[in-house]
């Protein structure tokens, strides 16, 4: 499938590992489940250097900056805006959202996370995952990209621990 990525909005994702290799949700304010946990994600501004939009991003959403490099990937990540998809990108004339993801590895204390640090918060709640379970917590229309960044960062990942 070739996409014209010049109608997908720019955009930059973090997948933020703690030190045992599982990974930070936060649960979208005001929206109902059960396909309400992402990562912190959010738009590049025009000539912002895309590592700094991510580390830009996670502090606005989370409050973290502590946090080390560890990769990222090498290509765009797109998805399109479901039919109907009433949000303000689409309403712009977005296609969908062209991401590069970002994996740091968190390196402060869990109260660090500040869920209210700038503005109106986009999470109501976070916690540590496993990297796979995201695509399964995530909105059905952002599950292929979801799936990429699990394939893309599984090395760096926890093993899922199968509850018997």
């Known amino acids: 499938m070739t996409q014209d990525l010049d109608l997908y909005r720019p955009n930059v994702g973090v997948v933020l590992f703690d030190a045992d290799g599982r990974v930070w949700l936060g649960r979208r304010a005001n929206t ?3 396909h309400n946990w992402q990562f912190p994600q959010g738009g590049v501004d025009s000539g912002e250097d895309l590592e700094a939009a991510a580390r830009r991003e ?3 959403e989370t409050g973290a900056t502590q946090a080390a490099f560890l990769d990222c990937t090498k290509d765009w990540v797109a998805y399109d805006f479901p039919p109907g998809h009433g ?3 689409a309403l712009r004339g977005w296609k969908g959202q062209k991401q590069v993801w970002f994996a740091f590895r968190f390196q402060g204390a869990d109260s660090d996370f500040d869920l209210t640090a700038h503005g109106p918060p986009e999470f ?3 916690r540590w995952a496993y990297l796979e379970e995201a695509a399964e ?3 059905p229309f952002k599950k292929a990209a979801y799936r990429r960044v ?3 960062f599984g090395a760096i990942a926890a093993p899922r621990v199968k509850e018997s």
């Open 32 to 34: 109902p489940g059960p």
């Open 137 to 139: 917590l995530i909105v």
């Open 124 to 126: 109501d709640a976070w």
């Open 58 to 60: 996670l502090a606005e």
């Open 87 to 89: 949000g303000s990108k």
């Open 150 to 152: 699990v394939e893309a």
